[in-house]
């Protein structure tokens, strides 16, 4: 019976721990940690064929950079809405 009651008291103690267990903030994928490419700037002596040229890239450029942003933003409220359900 006392080898018994010794069995169950190692168990229990055993299975307790001390060590406060935390979950980390995810890291964030190197896609949305890129650094958005500069515009182009135009030249003094351009045509209006290289000032429409520039201009679709630099609206382009724009454009890919505010996506990847929104992207950024939406993962980040995401994770943080998961790490607080977590806590």
Known sequence: ???????????????????????????APDTLLQQCSPL??????????DLT????????KY????AMVEGWQDWHRRQEQIYKELK
Do not use: H, R, W
Request: with cysteine.
């Open 40 to 49: 182009k700037e135009l030249q003094q002596d351009a045509s209006l064929i």
């Open 1 to 27: 019976m006392k080898l018994f009651i010794i069995l169950i008291l190692l168990g229990v103690t055993g299975c307790s721990t001390t060590v406060p267990v935390t979950q980390k903030f995810p890291k």
């Open 63 to 66: 454009y890919q950079c505010s």
């Open 53 to 60: 040229k520039v201009v679709v890239e630099n609206y382009t």
